[in-house]
C-alpha cells in the first residue's frame, strides 16, 4: 500500500487546513491510522491516531482543534485555530494485520506504511 498525503500550505494563525492522505488500494484490515508531525529539528511525534474500533486519540496540543477520520479510500486530518507551533511536516501513517509465512506456518504480523509529508506552514 502507497499513501499520499496532501493539503498543506501557508496559512495564518486561527485559519484552518484539511490534509489528505489517499490509499493506494483497499485496505482490507485496518489496525489503526494516525498522523504524525514533525517541526524543524524536533523528533515526530504522533498528533492523531485512530483505532479500528473507532477510537481517536490525540496529542494535547491539538486537542479540541484536530479531528482525525478516514474511509476506504483514504485518511483525514481538519486542523482548526491553526497555531504557529503546528508548523512542519505531516505525515500518515497506517497499520494493517496481515499474514506472513513462516516455514509452513501463516502466521499474524503488522504490515507499517508511511506516507511523504506534507508541509504546514502557520504564521502568526
Known amino acids: 500500500v502507497q499513501l499520499q498525503a496532501s493539503g498543506g500550505g501557508s496559512v495564518q494563525a486561527g485559519e484552518s487546513l484539511r490534509l489528505s492522505c489517499t490509499f493506494s488500494e483497499v485496505i482490507v484490515k485496518m489496525k489503526s491510522v494516525a498522523w504524525h508531525f514533525q517541526a524543524p529539528g524536533k523528533t515526530r511525534i504522533m498528533v492523531a491516531q485512530l483505532t479500528n474500533d473507532g477510537i481517536a486519540n490525540y496529542a494535547d496540543s491539538v486537542k479540541g482543534r484536530f479531528t482525525i477520520s478516514k474511509d476506504n479510500a483514504g485518511l483525514y486530518l481538519q486542523m482548526d485555530d491553526l497555531k504557529p507551533d503546528d508548523s512542519g511536516v505531516y505525515y500518515c501513517?497506517?497499520?494493517?494485520?496481515?499474514?506472513?509465512?513462516?516455514?509452513?506456518?501463516?502466521?499474524?504480523?503488522?504490515?507499517?506504511?508511511w506516507g511523504r509529508g506534507t508541509l504546514v506552514t502557520v504564521s502568526s
Open positions: 501513517y497506517t497499520e494493517e494485520e496481515v499474514r506472513v509465512r513462516v516455514g509452513g506456518q501463516l502466521l499474524p504480523s503488522v504490515s507499517r506504511h
